[in-house]
């Protein structure tokens, strides 16, 4: 079955950076795309980054666009997100995803079924 690990979170103070990490496996990786959600204390889960099977087009919401960046590395079925410049208001749970079916293009939040288990980041002041 799908599976998704990831890392990298963890406490980090207003400005700063970084990576989160997920591996995927279960499945042939390089056909679909990938996310990352968050969902912060009393929120909704929301959609912040998507990246498609080829690495080719991503999708930004727009509180993170220019300081977030997602990638993915096909030979290693992993895919990352790098956040920069970070906010107090970035402090969640961050999820990694995949999507339902194959060759789609990660920008539509309907398209994701999988989710890993969560790593939590913490923007302090």
């Known amino acids: 079955q799908v599976q998704l690990v990831e890392s990298g979170g963890g406490l980090v103070q207003a400005g700063g950076s970084l990576r989160l990490s997920c591996a995927a496996s279960g499945r042939t990786f390089s056909r679909y795309a990938m996310g990352w959600f968050r969902q912060a204390a009393g929120k909704e889960r929301e959609l912040v980054a998507g990246i498609n099977w080829t690495g080719g087009s991503t999708y930004y919401a727009d509180s993170v666009k220019g300081r977030f960046t997602i990638s993915r590395d096909n030979a290693k079925n992993t895919v990352y997100l790098q956040m920069n410049s970070l906010k107090l208001e970035d402090t969640a749970v961050y999820y990694c995803?995949?999507?339902?079916?194959?060759?789609?293009?990660?920008?539509?939040?309907?398209?994701?079924?999988?989710w890993g288990q969560g790593t939590q980041v913490t923007v302090s002041s």
């Open positions: 995803a995949t999507g339902r079916g194959p060759y789609s293009s990660g920008g539509d939040f309907r398209q994701y079924a999988y």
